[in-house]
């Protein structure tokens, strides 16, 4: 399989950033080993409609962030954004739901920028999370050979969510399924708790699915040096979705494995370990 672009660049860097980098994981995790810091966009016409509700935009940006944090183990903090919004862009409504958000997580926003956007908004954020009292670090590279697979949710419907938007959004006689890919994809739901409690495990890697399972599981797999066989029958898939998959004219596999923006947790632990029923984790 040919290796993706953006792969192909961050190889590139990663080895012009000589011996020492912190780059690799979800998050990198800062000297003295206390606090970890991810830095995501959300840019409108890119990752959300361009004429999409600021808050929606500012719920969005928050959650893609928290899921990086989330697959680190890291508990948030400190958030840091730079806001470049258009003419007419409604800037506290998109503070109100923001701000509505980060309380949710007991996150604090501690600074940034405000700049104004000829064609394009285009919001940055950046975030600080502390290793959990009592937990370890998650990362790419804790896997070893004979791990088990994790999967901390369902995956495809954000995918198949972007494909209901793309052609004019589910209407309004849509189903369940069509309704719940739509939200999957606007709305993401970072798994921090899942996220503790892998952190209290004595040896976890995990990832959270951005670019599809497919590829984030070989990069958790490049990480660690292992290989991995994923069954296809056992990914989790949400009830409705192989259905509306078809009506979408979409093989449910491709979009399961490689449609991307699940933001659920990807993970391997020693095969006598298994996470508590609650997390609905298969």
């Not at 890291?74 to 923001?98: I, Q, W």
């Not at 004979?146 to 849509?174: F, I, K």
């Not at 991307?260 to 993970?267: K, S, T």
């Amino acid at each position: 399989m040919r290796q993706p672009s953006e792969d192909r660049l961050l190889a590139w860097l990663r080895g012009r950033l000589g011996p020492g980098s912190l780059a690799g994981d979800d998050a990198a995790v800062l000297p003295r080993g206390a606090w970890a810091v991810t830095v995501d966009s959300q840019i409108a016409g890119v990752h959300v409609d361009p004429g999409a509700d600021p808050a929606l935009l500012a719920r969005r940006l928050l959650a893609v962030n928290l899921s990086d944090l989330a697959a680190m183990g890291a508990l948030p903090a400190y958030a840091f954004l730079a806001l470049s919004a258009v003419r007419g862009f409604d800037h506290r409504r998109f503070f109100r739901a923001f701000l509505a958000a980060c309380r949710s997580h007991r996150l604090a926003l501690a600074g940034g920028d405000l700049a104004t956007h000829p064609t394009a908004t285009t919001a940055t954020l950046t975030l600080l999370g502390r290793r959990r009292r009592g937990g370890r670090w998650l990362a790419r590279g804790n896997a070893r050979p004979g791990d088990a697979l994790w999967l901390g949710g369902t995956v495809g419907e954000s995918a198949a969510g972007r494909v209901l938007l793309d052609t004019g959004g589910p209407g309004s006689g849509a189903g369940a399924a069509a309704r719940r890919a739509v939200r999957r994809h606007l709305l993401p739901s970072p798994q921090l708790a899942l996220s503790g409690w892998l952190a209290r495990q004595p040896r976890a890697a995990a990832i959270d699915v951005s670019d599809g399972v497919a590829l984030d599981l070989r990069r958790l797999c490049r990480e660690s040096g292992v290989g991995a066989v994923v069954e296809p029958e056992a990914l989790p898939l949400a009830p409705g979705f192989a259905a509306l998959c078809r009506r979408l004219g979409r093989d449910p596999l491709e979009l399961a494995l490689g449609g991307g923006e699940d933001y659920v947790l990807l993970f391997a632990l020693p095969s006598r370990r298994e996470p508590p029923a609650r997390f609905g984790c298969r």
